[in-house]
């Protein structure tokens, strides 16, 4: 069950921040328009992403020598710096909420959602490298299970902002808000970020 939360976190933690993608499913949840579509298409693109990460790296195993591992050890960790690094820089940020609303059809929905979640690189850096690469020394079961909480994270978070954006951009967009959401992030990554250089050290000695 541990590994289920982990993953839980971690994915939260990832998913938990100022994009493109994000802001499009609160512009559309302001307008109560493909609310569930959008809302699944982003949950169901981030599951099989993840556990295409996962698998990935699972495939990969048996062909980890001693070397690869610890330079897939050595840029998860670098992974993690830079990915902390932007959230303190961010801690000033704000989401932009375009208040020009569009309509779009019923395909162009589905064309600009896939749009904003496979041509945006950060979501394969996140899920592929990030989470497969994390659980990379897993067993299988607790490769699942973190998959599984990854994903219920994703799922939780698209749904809740979506259905919720009025109620929560009326805090997303306030910069206190994003500085306690950030500094949360922050914490639980430098606490992996420790994790992954303990292995490092691990491979050195």
């Known amino acids: ?4 939360i982990l993953g839980f976190i971690t994915g939260l933690s990832l998913i938990f921040a100022i994009g493109a993608q994000n802001i499009f499913v609160i512009e559309q949840g302001l307008k109560k328009e493909y609310i569930f579509l959008v809302c699944s298409i982003c949950a169901i693109s981030d599951f099989i992403l993840i556990f295409f990460g996962i698998f990935l790296f699972s ?24 990915f902390i690094w932007n959230k303190i820089k961010t801690q000033k940020s704000k989401i932009v909420i375009n208040k020009n609303y569009k309509k779009y059809s019923f395909l162009k929905i589905i064309y600009k959602t896939l749009g904003f979640t496979y041509l945006n690189p950060h979501v394969y850096s996140d899920t592929v490298f990030f ?14 299970l973190f ?27 306030k910069k206190k808000t ?14 992996l970020a420790l994790y992954v250089l303990k292995n490092i050290f691990i491979f050195i000695i």
């Open 1 to 4: 069950m541990s590994y289920l």
């Open 178 to 191: 994003w500085r306690i959401i950030n500094l949360i992030i922050i914490l639980f990554m430098f606490f």
């Open 147 to 173: 998959g599984i909480g990854a994903s219920i994270s994703s799922l939780i978070f698209f749904f809740s902002l979506g259905y919720l954006s009025n109620y929560l951009s009326k805090y997303l967009i």
């Open 59 to 82: 495939f990969f195993d048996n062909f980890f020598s001693f070397k690869i591992e610890f330079i897939l050890n050595l840029l998860l960790f670098i992974f993690l710096v830079h």
């Open 131 to 144: 989470l497969g690469n994390f659980s990379k020394n897993f067993l299988i079961q607790q490769k699942y």
